[in-house]
């Protein structure tokens, strides 16, 4: 088969495929990325069927599809929102990194990976998935619950924490050394607040110059804007995928919300290439061997991000049941942790199976943990409750056997502590 012909067959035969997985995970309620991994492990090396003619394509795709993820997120929020989110919410981000990347941390150095596998591992275990935590408030009907500013915020944090973690991984995987590590640091410090400034002080001359009445000129505008900012990033190791995000931040108004409608399809289209690319890029036989480790990460890391989300609502006057909540909608990983392994397979093989495993486990339980595990945590919580009111059952016939001599005034105040019961309903 000519060389153009086969590859017209297999991309045709790779995004008919995935309509055909997207259509059937909306059917079943299911995030398509699980499905995404598993079709690109099928078709990968070692699969069932290895694709040939359209791996080149398939990894620009791939490159295009972290860019318009991090674009669109960065579309999501505005820059007085950023800071917003960080002056509120970051006591909420320290304990999210530290509960969460230390896991990843140590599994690492337990499996011999060394420092650098140690800080890849860190972040793939440390970042909740955006994407899928969105989709999981809309299908529950969340949006509106007065938790979830506070996931949103926990995710804003991390979003904008990328920013300086991936071009400090960028430069470890290179091993450019302490003094090029803080180079690319103070880089990447630097153009994130030269980019939030211009943001704050500029957002609406810049969304003014690249708004437009026609979506092909505002398209092709924003697109190319995006893409040479991303390679320009790349060049200065801040990252091709904060460059993206950048964008989209110092974007506002009618043209964010333009370019959002304009974009989401592509994005769709080239995310889904990236979580197939990532998965054609891992040979199947090597995820058995390293499914109980990213099983026991899974399930302590589950644990972390639902104590994550109950530190952070609780700090948020959040009540009982809102600050469960909070902590199972974080349990998702997603995007982020695949475009860390990304990186790092390169340097770190290892980290691609683990990661893979450790995502596609996460990635199902997390809207799981979305739904359940408020009404879990209230059920272990009413039968600890029962059983530590077997123990005083004796003090309550003694309080039961008090004659009831209330006056009116006690009556009043009696009311108080009913009152004050109230409010933790409401801010739930």
Same mark, same amino acid.
């Given at each position: ?103 990843? &941390? /140590?599994? @690492?150095? !337990?499996? +011999?990976?060394?420092?650098? $596998?140690? #800080? %890849? ?119 091709? &995928? /904060?460059? @993206?995000? !950048?964008? +989209?931040?110092?974007?506002? $108004?009618? #043209? %964010? ?119 879990? &945590? ?10 530590? $009111? ?39």
């Amino acid at each position: 088969m000519h060389d153009m012909t086969a590859l017209l067959v297999e991309l045709g035969s790779v995004i008919l495929g995935l309509g055909i997985i997207g259509r059937f995970a909306g059917r079943i309620g299911l995030s398509p990325i699980p499905l995404y991994l598993l079709a690109g492990l099928a078709f990968g090396e070692g699969g069932l069927l290895p694709l040939g003619a359209s791996e080149e394509f398939t990894a620009v795709g791939a490159e295009i599809g972290v860019i318009l993820l991090l674009l669109l997120l960065g579309l999501e929020y505005s820059a007085s929102e950023l800071v917003t989110s960080l002056k509120t919410q970051y006591p909420s981000g320290a304990v999210d990194f530290l509960l969460n990347a230390t896991p990843g &941390a /140590v599994a @690492a150095l !337990l499996l +011999g990976w060394g420092p650098v $596998g140690a #800080v %890849a591992l860190a972040g793939v275990t440390w970042i909740s998935s955006s994407g899928v935590i969105a989709k999981v408030l809309a299908d529950l009907g969340r949006l509106g619950n007065r938790e979830t500013p506070v996931i949103l915020g926990v995710l804003v944090i991390e979003d904008l924490s990328m920013a300086v973690y991936l071009p400090l991984l960028t430069a470890i995987l290179a091993g450019v050394g302490f003094a090029g590590g803080s180079i690319a640091l103070l880089i990447a410090l630097g153009t994130v607040g030269f980019v939030l400034y211009l943001a704050l002080r500029h957002g609406r001359l810049i969304s003014r110059a690249v708004s437009s009445d026609n979506p092909e000129m505002l398209l092709l505008v924003v697109l190319g804007l995006t893409v040479l900012v991303a390679g320009v990033a790349q060049e200065l190791q801040v990252s091709a &995928a /904060v460059g @993206a995000f !950048l964008v +989209g931040i110092a974007l506002s $108004g009618e #043209v %964010a919300e333009g370019a959002r409608k304009l974009l989401t399809p592509l994005r769709d289209l080239f995310a889904a290439v990236f979580f197939v690319f990532f998965g054609l890029s891992t040979n199947p036989a090597e995820i058995p061997p390293v499914l109980l480790p990213a099983a026991l990460l899974a399930v302590v890391t589950i644990f972390t991000k639902i104590a994550t989300g109950w530190y952070a609502a609780r700090r948020a006057g959040i009540g009982s049941k809102g600050r469960w909540r909070a902590g199972g909608t974080l349990v998702a990983r997603g995007e982020f942790s695949i475009v860390i392994a990304g990186l790092a397979v390169a340097t770190e093989p290892r980290i691609g199976p683990i990661a893979t495993a450790y995502v596609l486990i996460l990635v199902i339980a997390g809207p799981l943990a979305a739904r359940w595990t408020q009404p879990i &945590a209230a059920k272990v919580l009413s039968l600890r409750g029962r059983s530590a $009111g077997a123990g005083t059952t004796k003090n309550t016939a003694d309080a039961a056997s008090v004659t009831n001599t209330a006056s009116a005034a006690d009556t009043a105040s009696a009311t108080v502590p009913a009152a004050r019961e109230e409010i933790p309903a409401s801010a739930d």
